[in-house]
């Protein structure tokens, strides 16, 4: 089984590149402890995409800590990776988005895949939840998302970008972005929107179980992005969008995981105290080995 990691953010709110922060209590990284939890429920290929100066050190970084048996690639997310035939000729400050960088994997992934962000802790339930489900389906037309509840994946530090479940039984009907959720004086509200939320709702932290029948659908949005955008050097490719475009098409269907499990992120500075924190508690309380990989 494959687990993606997406690390090629710039890390504009944070300050810096929060995926190589050194969060844990002997200085790991935030995405050594997913990828820790992966490999413990049965993940044997790791895949991280990342900026194309940062290659040679994480893969250097991980080869030194990783066990022999287990697969690695990092792969640079680059502007210049285009479908065939496809060219841009102006200047953008930042990648192609969430479903371009998956997109950049195509060469080295053949079967079911877990996608997640290398800059949050997703908790080791989802991974055992996510493996099982990748079992259960394997060879069939239907996707995962590990959900969680919106109100553990608030920040204390500021409004945070949510993608809010609709769903129909257990399958996933839409992701509805609100780009500015903040719990004040004990209620969340989207200040964007108007709406407000009572924080039992389910949210994608972008945590997908895909096949790689994906890969074709993000080229062919790619292209009408590149084609049809009145200014290409904006706007990105998000992957729910993506995902949201196969369900439209009913070519996959996609069931709701429930995590059962903590999460939390670093979108703010000020959110590294709590993940610190966080991280140094599991390894005493023995949820993790210190250091991490002996």
Known sequence: MTLLLMAAGRGSRYGKLKQFDDLGPNGEFLMEFSIHDALANGFDHIVVITQKDNVDFLRDYLKERLPGSVSLDVLAQELTDLPEGASFSGERPKPWGTAHAVWTARDVIRGPFAVINADDYYGQPAYARAAEFMKATEGSNTFGLVAYTLRDTLSPHGSVSRGVCSREGKYLRSVD????????????????????????????????????????????????????????????IYLPFVIQDMLSEEVVQVEVIPADSPWFGVTYAADKEQAVSELADLSDKGRYPSPLWG
Do not use: Y
Request: proline share 3%; glycine share 8%.
């Open 177 to 236: 972005e609100r780009v500015e959720i903040q719990e004040v004086d004990g209620q969340i509200r989207d200040a964007d929107s108007g709406l407000e939320f009572d924080g039992n709702e389910l949210v994608s932290m972008n945590f997908w179980v895909c096949h790689p029948s994906i890969f074709q659908q993000i080229e062919t949005d790619f292209r009408e992005f590149l084609s049809g955008s009145d200014d290409p050097s904006k706007g990105e």
